[in-house]
């Protein structure tokens, strides 16, 4: 995925595209500004790959605490595509948005998938939802909001594209658990060797990769529909 991911990122910085995810929430802890106020260039300077260096200590704290107790502990990733054109995707079978969740629900660990404001966005009205058209200074159709998360009927709008990956706990704990066995007696197993109490921090480039040859598989479907090359 890795390998794969980090050539369809190459051939997407060539023409502008951007991949990027960190964490954002182990836990309880979460981040909680928007994250056009982060800096990027901040994820790789800490362990846990989270671009708010006052939540990084928090985060670290949490997760050294629940592997002393030999136990695990889940939590969300964000990933963010810059500079996406306008009308990646499908209107119906291959929606973008659904390419991207099938992408990371492949993923281990992964439990759930949501993108724009997702189902934070239930409680609010149409009228509050709605991402409107406006023209920018250099007379581009944009949209005054991002609540759909840059994917728009399916397709890309040419807005940032933002979504979030929700990881759970690792199932394999450092300390005895109740079970049965073969022949269905009661009994407990104890697992051995090296566990992550965490995957967060190693699922990051995971998640860009995965999201990177999506983006550049919807590329060149749209390139050779066009007959185009990139």
Do not use: W
């Not at 990122?9 to 954002?24: D, N, P, R």
């Not at 982060?38 to 362990?47: A, K």
């Amino acid at each position: 995925r890795c390998v794969g991911g980090a050539l369809a990122k190459l051939v997407l910085k060539k023409i502008g595209i951007e991949v990027v995810a960190y964490t954002s929430q182990v836990g309880h802890i979460a981040i909680d500004k928007d994250y056009r106020h982060y800096d990027f260039s901040l994820i790789e300077s800490n362990s846990v790959r989270c671009p708010d260096v006052e939540k990084v200590k928090e985060m670290q704290d949490l997760i050294l605490k629940v592997k002393a107790e030999g136990d695990t502990i889940g939590g969300i990733i964000t990933c963010v595509v810059k500079g996406c054109p306008v009308g990646l995707g499908e209107p119906a079978f291959s929606k973008l948005h659904a390419e991207l969740g099938a992408a990371m629900l492949g993923i281990n660990a992964v439990k759930g998938f949501e993108y724009g404001e997702g189902f934070a966005g239930v409680t609010q009205r149409g009228s509050e939802q709605n991402d409107l058209f406006c023209i920018d200074s250099e007379y581009n159709v944009r949209m005054q909001t991002n609540h759909r998360g840059g994917v728009q009927g399916g397709l890309s709008n040419g807005e940032d594209i933002v979504f979030r990956v929700a990881f759970k706990p690792v199932a394999t704990l450092l300390r005895e658990q109740p079970t049965i066995d073969k022949l269905g007696n009661a009994t407990t197993l104890l697992a051995r060797g090296r566990h992550d109490p965490c995957v967060l921090p190693r699922a990051v480039p995971v998640v860009e990769a995965m999201a990177a040859m999506v983006i550049l598989d919807e590329l060149l479907i749209d390139r050779c529909a066009r007959k185009e090359s990139i």
